[in-house]
């Protein structure tokens, strides 16, 4: 049973609030034709009202609520300290335009988020104005054509893509009007080297490579693949959305890499989904540093005796310019990502590390047999199996959907595209080993399920709010409008 709508619950004269007789001068519209004769708003009292959310509330899936294993996205567990930071008045009273001398406390903190994610991931500068890491791959993709531009090298117009990256590279490219080249995957999940060599020549912009790669490998002939592409005149783009794996263990700057995003809202638990807000800083190597976008956090009047520095605004050289309004999400993901790395230190970021790492390595291990790992080797932080059983017609999509009928959200489906009915499983660092087991112990039934009672994997779920959605209508049947009463002119 659904729940009905405020429409549904309204009764006429039933009233909710009570607003104060005006404290200011009445005023009259100067054309009447800018009043409605009628609102049709539901009539509800507090309570209803608040019921009424707090059930549909119910409906809906969260990481505080159980598991979520989406593979790539790095669903982890939010501190709420991070809540109780981003919200002190200082933080949260502040504005963008206030002058540089009233908020100093605020330029400070962006200042040492960027001086930590340098330290982490061994880059030389860092930008934190993207708004997510597909804006931040954007702003990387876009350095990287400033800096050939700017050495009189027109001809690079070239993207190299490995076919196991994120499916947002090749857009990042093409939306600069690059060529975007698909490499091959080797048959253990490597970028295939014969065929990446065959690509490198003097048009090459760079290779976007994503490493740990979408299959939850790290790539054997790093150093090989970025030699070939350094020698040919081309940049190495480093998507950090797996960075969950590395930290504290090794950082893409010292491998090479000449420019990365990072997701904060993967890595450094902001949250993530419900429309954001993302972020997605970029660390550059020394000969990106001078194309960072404008304006940087930097020192204006070094510490002096008992003054502090005096943070301000600086413009690298040859920026880019600015590539969002102000200087990223401040309170939504720079204060939560600050208190996230301030809390677990140096080492605390390397337990993160092993512990996804491990956790990954041991669902792989409880499902392998009865699931098929594809390219079966000790993975990072996730790993990709076949969602199908041998001797069953049930496809990963049917997984999915019964695993919801065990209080599992499912895993990532159908990514990366060459896996055949792939299921993308990321259990993050802050799973301990019970959930694990429960996870694994359904997936493990559901194969069972699939081989003696394939109907009920194929209609499931059937323990949910709503049953199975018809996805292919819902995708092209799209209704965009809000719902409306009986009777309700649109046109008003």
Request: some cysteine.
């Amino acid at each position: 049973m659904t729940e009905p709508t405020l429409f549904e619950l309204s009764s006429p004269g039933r009233t909710g609030v009570t607003f104060p007789e005006a404290d200011v001068p009445r005023f009259e519209l100067p054309d009447s034709s800018l009043l409605r004769d009628d609102l049709p708003l539901p009539e509800l009292a507090e309570v209803d009202v608040v019921r009424h959310y707090m059930a549909l509330s119910r409906y809906n899936y969260s990481v505080d609520g159980g598991f979520y294993p989406l593979g790539s996205c790095t669903m982890k567990y939010n501190p709420k300290i991070n809540e109780d930071t981003c919200r002190l008045p200082g933080f949260l009273y502040t504005h963008p335009l206030q002058p540089i001398e009233t908020v100093q406390g605020n330029l400070m903190l962006m200042y040492q988020l960027q001086e930590w994610l340098k330290e982490i991931s061994g880059f030389a500068a860092v930008t934190l104005q993207p708004a997510a890491g597909a804006h931040g791959e954007f702003t990387g993709v876009l350095m990287m054509r400033a800096y050939h531009k700017a050495r009189g090298d027109h001809r690079r117009v070239k993207m190299l893509v490995p076919d196991s990256a994120h499916g947002t590279n090749p857009a990042s490219a093409g939306m600069l009007g690059m060529t975007v080249k698909v490499i091959p995957s080797d048959a253990r999940g490597n970028v295939d080297l014969e065929a990446l060599k065959a690509e490198c020549d003097d048009t090459v912009v760079g290779l976007m490579l994503t490493n740990p790669n979408t299959l939850g490998l790290f790539d054997e002939h790093i150093q090989e693949v970025v030699r070939l592409i350094h020698e040919c005149g081309g940049l190495m783009y480093g998507d950090g959305a797996n960075l969950n794996a590395l930290l504290g263990i090794v950082r893409p700057g010292d491998l090479g890499f000449d420019v990365m995003h990072f997701n904060l809202h993967k890595t450094f638990s902001v949250p993530h989904g419900g429309g954001g807000p993302g972020s997605g800083p970029v660390g550059v190597s020394a000969r990106l540093a001078d194309f960072l976008p404008a304006p940087q956090v930097g020192i204006l009047e070094p510490a002096e005796g008992d003054t502090p520095p005096l943070y301000g605004f600086v413009t690298p050289k040859h920026s880019i310019g600015r590539m969002k309004a102000f200087h990223g999400h401040f309170g939504g993901g720079l204060v939560r990502a600050y208190t996230y790395i301030a809390m677990h230190g140096a080492e605390g970021l390397r337990d993160v590390s092993q512990y996804a790492v491990l956790n990954a390595n041991y669902l792989a291990a409880r499902l392998r047999g009865t699931y098929k790992i594809p390219y079966d080797r000790v993975c990072m932080h996730e790993f990709v199996m076949e969602g199908r059983i041998e001797g069953s017609d049930v496809r990963a999509l049917d997984i999915s959907k019964r695993l919801m009928d065990y209080n599992f959200h499912p895993p990532t489906n159908y990514f990366p595209l060459i896996v055949h009915e792939a299921l993308m499983i990321e259990p993050t660092e802050t799973e301990n080993k019970d959930t694990l087991d429960r996870f694994a112990d359904a997936l493990l039934k559901i194969a069972e399920e699939a081989r003696t009672n394939p109907d009920v994997v194929k209609s499931a779920p059937h323990s949910t709010p709503f049953g199975r959605m018809d996805e292919v209508k819902a995708a092209r049947e799209l209704v965009l409008c809000c719902w409306l009463p009986e009777g309700y002119d649109s046109n008003r």
